[in-house]
């Protein structure tokens, strides 16, 4: 059974950092394209950060560039969202999902599964 389990999520305040989890099960996790979305309140669902499965690149969204890092860990089958420096327009539902084409500005086309999301609040 395909799976994707988000963790990490929690209250930070304004210029901390959190760590998300996205942990597979039902293949490996660099089979297919993996990254992260968010959907803050009142807004459209973004996409955050993506990886390849062709040579490890990683996508960025501008607005995430340089405080955030996607890594993978294959061992694991778990990728990570290390994210820097949060601001309070950071605060969102943040979601694991796979199938992406993986390229700067993706979107969710292609997707094949989504976890279930892990909420994130950045506030004082």
């Known amino acids: 059974q395909v799976q994707l389990v988000e963790s990490g999520g929690g209250l930070v305040q304004p210029g901390g950092s959190l760590t998300l989890s996205c942990k597979t099960s039902?293949?490996?996790?660099?089979?297919?394209?993996i990254g992260w979305f968010r959907q803050g309140p009142g807004k459209e669902r973004e996409g955050v950060s993506c990886?390849?499965?062709?040579?490890?690149?990683?996508h960025y969204a501008d607005s995430v560039k340089g405080r955030f890092t996607l890594s993978r860990d294959n061992a694991k089958n778990t990728v990570y969202l290390q994210m820097n420096t949060l601001k309070p327009e950071d605060t969102a539902v943040y979601y694991c999902?796979?199938?992406?084409?993986?390229?700067?500005?993706?979107?969710?086309?292609?997707?094949?599964?989504w976890g279930k999301g892990t909420l994130v609040t950045v506030s004082s």
């Open positions: 990886i390849t499965t062709s040579d490890g690149s990683t």
């Open positions: 999902a796979t199938g992406m084409v993986c390229v700067s500005g993706f979107d969710d086309y292609g997707i094949n599964y």
């Open positions: 039902g293949f490996t996790v660099d089979y297919y394209a």
